[in-house]
């Protein structure tokens, strides 16, 4: 194992995982060069964060498998033996090992890692890297509401099966891993207690001095940009949350308040569980 270290921060679009990128950068972690990212536009105006040579690769997988950024996406069983997916897996471990090797700490976002991270679980082992995690998660409805404003052909149904795909996925294919769940709302209300808490499950040093810290959050940190916040009551009585959805943000919720629960048999059992009957409606659906 080399002293590489990656941090990968995940979850479903619109949940916050830009600003959270953004302040791990700020905590030390290698993103890539200032040329390195996709350019901010009208629905994220302060940046991404992404890097646009790893999403580019990312983006190619998803082609050549039929796949739409929106979609709920399984990896065929067989992907490993399918010679396209093998070359951009190379391709994506290549970059990776010229631009990251001999950085500490590291990291990438792109929501479309959810639907690849048995691709990275085995290319950061094949470079022997230690791999961890940040899930970020919001409340499905605000998620959902958020994706129809950047784009309306997105139903508030579908966008609820993107939530819930993509936080599932997360959760799943990390249950080896280094791991910490985020909430954006807490993030937004105290970032300091949020960042500092996920810092030091995650090992990674707190910067001094601490008021450059201070100064770059306050400036990042914008609450006016949060266009809707609901609370759990309302999404216990939408008529638009399945009972699926509400157990995965309950599940979450509850490694969020108990972090050590992340790890626990049961939280692994009930992830299993979610996951397969979940990947089992969507398998039925095509």
Not at 29 to 34: A, C, M, N
Not at 115 to 133: F, G, H, N, R, V
């Amino acid at each position: 194992m080399n002293s590489s270290r990656a941090i990968g921060i995940i979850g479903s679009g619109r949940s916050g995982t830009s600003l959270v990128t953004k302040e791990l950068e700020l905590l030390g972690v290698h993103l890539g060069g200032p040329l390195d990212f996709i350019p901010p536009d009208n629905t994220n105006p302060d940046g991404f964060w992404e890097n646009k040579h790893i999403v580019g690769i990312q983006q190619l997988i998803f082609k050549k498998l039929g796949w739409s950024w929106e979609g709920l996406n399984l990896l065929p069983p067989d992907w490993k033996s399918r010679s396209e997916l093998v070359v951009l897996k190379e391709q994506l471990k290549k970059y990776i090992s010229d631009n990251f090797f001999h950085k500490s700490l590291w990291g990438w976002k792109d929501p479309r890692t959810c639907s690849l991270l048995p691709i990275w679980e085995e290319l950061l082992q094949e470079l022997k890297m230690i791999a961890s995690y940040v899930i970020v998660i919001r409340n499905p409805l605000d998620v959902a509401h958020s994706l129809y404003r950047c784009d309306p052909r997105i139903s508030l149904d579908h966008a609820l099966h993107i939530w819930t795909f993509r936080t599932l996925s997360s959760l799943y294919w990390t249950e080896s891993n280094q791991r910490v769940v985020i909430h954006y709302d807490q993030m937004i209300e105290d970032w300091e207690g949020t960042l500092k808490q996920a810092a030091n499950r995650l090992s990674i040093p707190w910067p001094q001095p601490e008021k450059q810290v201070e100064k770059e959050m306050s400036r990042i940190i914008k609450p006016q940009l949060r266009h809707s916040k609901t609370g759990e009551k309302a999404l216990i009585e939408s008529n638009h949350v399945s009972a699926l959805t509400l157990n995965t943000y309950q599940l979450c919720m509850s490694a969020i308040s108990y972090p050590d629960f992340l790890t626990d048999e049961l939280m692994h059992q009930c992830v299993k569980q979610l996951f397969e009957q979940y990947t089992g409606q969507i398998i039925s659906l095509k």
